[in-house]
């Protein structure tokens, strides 16, 4: 399996917080079944984090990996961001500021829970015009996706990327993000399942379980579809299918 949303670059942003947090992430990762990981750190985040792309947070990828290699944990690790949308993130782009998911034209964003439709959909448009395929983090937890979650379907027909988070599917966060993540592994609304993982205790890198309920809820190839095949694809910046048009 790959998980391409995981905050496990330590001492970032509100995720792993030492260099042995991330080395349990990675092996509990392991364990489960995952053999890549984008590590995906907070970007943009007005007040809180910023993490565009520099040379001292591309060291921070490489120490990483390399400790990674030290400890003999057989996990790869790929470069990317959660970018979080403002108005500024066209202008981030032009900049170089911002970096896709393995250094592919695949980006993974994110908006503010209480967002509105109208200005997701406006940002959404402005970075495709500056060449990115956005890959939307975790759908199923907007307020106005819950609201009306049909626009997913419309989102999938424009070409963009969801994905959806582990703990949604399980109630971790709260029965309206449980029902709009349930509701899209059964319509076929969905790209992919990302751990989301901020520690190795609570939200976690194991995707084993993730696998298991899809796999349940649809079917083995559906699991393989949403949690290896479209990740790899976007990995080597292949396009993707939603599972509605794949199966």
Same mark, same amino acid.
């Given at each position: 399996?790959?998980?391409?949303?995981?905050?496990?670059?330590?001492?970032?942003?509100?995720?792993?917080?030492?260099?042995?947090?991330?080395?349990?992430?990675?092996?509990?990762?392991?364990?489960?079944?995952?053999?890549?990981?984008?590590?995906?750190? !907070?970007?943009?985040?007005? %007040?809180?984090?910023?993490?565009?792309?520099?040379?001292? +947070?591309?060291?921070? &990828? /490489? *120490?990483?990996?390399?400790?990674?290699?030290?400890r003999e944990i057989p996990l790869k690790l790929y470069a990317g961001m959660e970018v979080y949308m403002t108005p500024e993130v066209p202008g981030l782009l032009r900049q170089g500021k911002l970096l896709p998911l393995g250094g592919s034209r695949y980006l993974l964003v994110e908006f503010g829970f209480d967002e509105s439709r109208r200005f997701a959909e406006q940002m959404l448009d402005a970075i495709r015009k500056e060449g990115v395929i956005p890959v939307v983090a975790h759908?199923?937890?907007?307020?106005?996706?819950?609201?009306?979650?049909?626009?997913?379907? !419309?989102?999938?027909?424009? %070409?963009?990327?969801?994905?959806?988070?582990?703990?949604? +599917?399980?109630?971790? &966060? /709260? *029965?309206?993000?449980?029902?709009?993540?349930?509701?899209?592994?059964?319509?076929?609304?969905?790209?992919?399942?990302?751990?989301?993982?901020?520690?190795?205790?609570?939200?976690?890198?194991?995707?084993?379980?993730?696998?298991?309920?899809?796999?349940?809820?649809?079917?083995?190839?559906?699991?393989?579809?949403?949690?290896?095949?479209?990740?790899?694809?976007?990995?080597?910046?292949?396009?993707?299918?939603?599972?509605?048009?794949?199966?």
């Amino acid at each position: 399996m790959i998980d391409l949303h995981c905050h496990i670059l330590p001492g970032v942003d509100d995720g792993s917080a030492t260099d042995e947090e991330s080395c349990m992430m990675a092996q509990l990762a392991v364990e489960s079944g995952v053999t890549a990981i984008a590590a995906t750190p !907070h970007c943009n985040v007005p %007040g809180q984090f910023q993490n565009y792309c520099s040379e001292p +947070l591309r060291q921070r &990828f /490489g *120490r990483l990996n390399a400790l990674l290699r030290a400890r003999e944990i057989p996990l790869k690790l790929y470069a990317g961001m959660e970018v979080y949308m403002t108005p500024e993130v066209p202008g981030l782009l032009r900049q170089g500021k911002l970096l896709p998911l393995g250094g592919s034209r695949y980006l993974l964003v994110e908006f503010g829970f209480d967002e509105s439709r109208r200005f997701a959909e406006q940002m959404l448009d402005a970075i495709r015009k500056e060449g990115v395929i956005p890959v939307v983090a975790h759908p199923e937890r907007y307020r106005f996706v819950q609201r009306e979650r049909e626009c997913l379907l !419309h989102w999938i027909g424009e %070409g963009l990327v969801l994905q959806i988070n582990k703990g949604s +599917l399980f109630g971790m &966060f /709260g *029965r309206s993000a449980a029902q709009v993540a349930n509701w899209c592994l059964g319509e076929g609304c969905i790209h992919l399942i990302g751990s989301d993982a901020h520690s190795p205790f609570r939200r976690t890198t194991r995707l084993a379980d993730a696998w298991d309920y899809a796999a349940d809820f649809d079917s083995p190839e559906i699991a393989d579809f949403l949690l290896e095949k479209n990740p790899a694809a976007i990995l080597d910046d292949r396009p993707v299918r939603p599972v509605l048009a794949a199966f």
